[in-house]
């Protein structure tokens, strides 16, 4: 079955560690995004990108690293310079054409204490 | 730059009826829908193109004005099922040419219906 997974569901982490949340697809999409969730604020753009080795900042990239190594994975760092990490993370993925859905992952649940 | 969503909150009985509206400050290419269910991946509603075009899908259907940024989603009749948060997405490039889909999201409507 083709999907975008992204692991693990929940994830607890130290002040001051980095941690790297892990999203997958096998869509063959060529568009990839990592969108943060909090109460009350929908979802924000962390960071995107439409190729191999290319990708933008979204709106509230500070504090965050990603990768685009291969089509099918783009892994999200949260750094230690992140001052609120904690968050849900989403991760979705679509086609190039404009006209196309994007399809996410069931997210991961991150908790720094 | 996130699209704004009004209002944040709606209560409805079954079978009536709500507007979700969604605007945005830049020229916009496309506007996607999504409802989200509490602990769940949003589900994608459906896409609108600039063109003044209104889709609909049973019950729900939504309306793009490209001349005012602005796009509305009607729910008719509503059902127990339609409980969730809704969110639009813009996109205010093609993405084609090599220009990267930059989709963003509002902060939600959330729709309560009650029996």
């Known amino acids: 079955d083709g999907g975008i997974t992204q692991s693990p569901k929940y994830l607890f982490r130290k002040e001051g560690q980095n941690v790297t949340l892990s999203c997958e697809q096998n869509?063959?999409?060529?568009?990839m995004y990592w969108y943060r969730q909090d109460p009350g604020q929908g979802l924000r753009l962390i960071y995107y990108?439409?190729?191999?080795?290319?990708?933008q900042k979204g709106d509230i990239a500070e504090g965050y690293s990603v990768s685009r190594e291969k089509k099918e994975s783009f892994p999200l760092t949260v750094t230690s310079a992140q001052k609120n990490p904690t968050a849900f993370y989403l991760c979705?993925?679509?086609?190039?054409?404009?006209?196309?859905?994007?399809?996410f992952g069931q997210g991961t649940r991150l908790t720094v204490v | 730059q996130q699209p704004v969503q009004s209002p944040q909150a709606v209560i409805l009985r079954e079978g009536e009826d709500a507007v979700i509206n969604c605007s945005s400050s830049?020229?916009?290419?496309?506007v996607h829908w999504y409802r989200q269910k509490h602990g769940e991946a949003p589900v994608f509603l459906m896409i609108?193109?600039?063109?003044?075009e209104q889709k609909g899908h049973e019950k729900i259907s939504a309306s793009f004005n490209e001349k005012k940024q602005q796009s509305s989603l009607y729910l008719t009749a509503s059902q127990l099922s339609y409980s969730g948060t809704y969110f639009c997405?813009?996109?205010?490039?093609?993405?084609?040419?090599?220009?990267?889909?930059?989709?963003?999201f509002g902060s939600g409507t959330q729709l309560t219906v009650l029996p």
């Open positions: 979705a993925s679509s086609m190039s054409l404009v006209n196309t859905e994007a399809f």
């Open positions: 869509l063959n999409h060529d568009a």
């Open positions: 990108s439409q190729i191999v080795n290319d990708f």
């Open positions: 830049k020229a916009l290419y496309s």
């Open positions: 609108l193109l600039k063109g003044g």
């Open positions: 997405g813009t996109e205010i490039n093609a993405g084609y040419k090599g220009t990267a889909r930059q989709l963003t």
